[in-house]
């Protein structure tokens, strides 16, 4: 079994940066594709990014791309999401995910594992 747990999360102006992170136990993200979703009030949680197995293939949704980061650190067995030039549209709960087989994939049924969400708010 595999716990994920995201922090990170925060209130910033638009055009600011945060950085998620999510710390996995269980199983280690060498082993997993780890991924990170969002979900805005009132829509369906969607594709932001993800990091294959030991940080290699790394890619993003249309909407973040250029602006969002995603890493590993496979010694602290944590994803990170960097998000810079943030705009309020980018306000929603982001949730980590982990996969335990396949290959990186923006498919939200292909994960087996999610994190609780941490709120990232942007204000105009």
């Known amino acids: 079994q595999v716990q994920l747990v995201e922090s990170g999360g925060g209130l910033v102006q638009a055009g600011g940066s945060l950085k998620l992170s999510c710390q996995a136990s269980?199983?280690?993200?060498?082993?997993?594709?780890g991924a990170w979703f969002r979900q805005a009030p009132g829509k369906e949680r969607e594709f932001v990014g993800v990091?294959?197995?030991?940080?290699?293939?790394?890619y993003y949704a249309d909407h973040v791309e250029g602006r969002f980061a995603a890493s590993m650190n496979n010694d602290k067995n944590i994803i990170y999401l960097q998000m810079n030039s943030l705009k309020p549209e980018d306000t929603a709960v982001y949730y980590c995910?982990?996969?335990?087989?396949?290959?990186?994939?923006?498919?939200?049924?292909?994960?087996?594992?999610w994190g609780q969400g941490t709120q990232v708010t942007v204000s105009s």
């Open positions: 990091v294959g197995r030991g940080g290699i293939s790394v």
């Open positions: 269980g199983r280690t993200f060498s082993d997993l594709i």
């Open positions: 995910a982990a996969a335990s087989w396949g290959a990186p994939t923006p498919t939200r049924s292909d994960y087996d594992y």
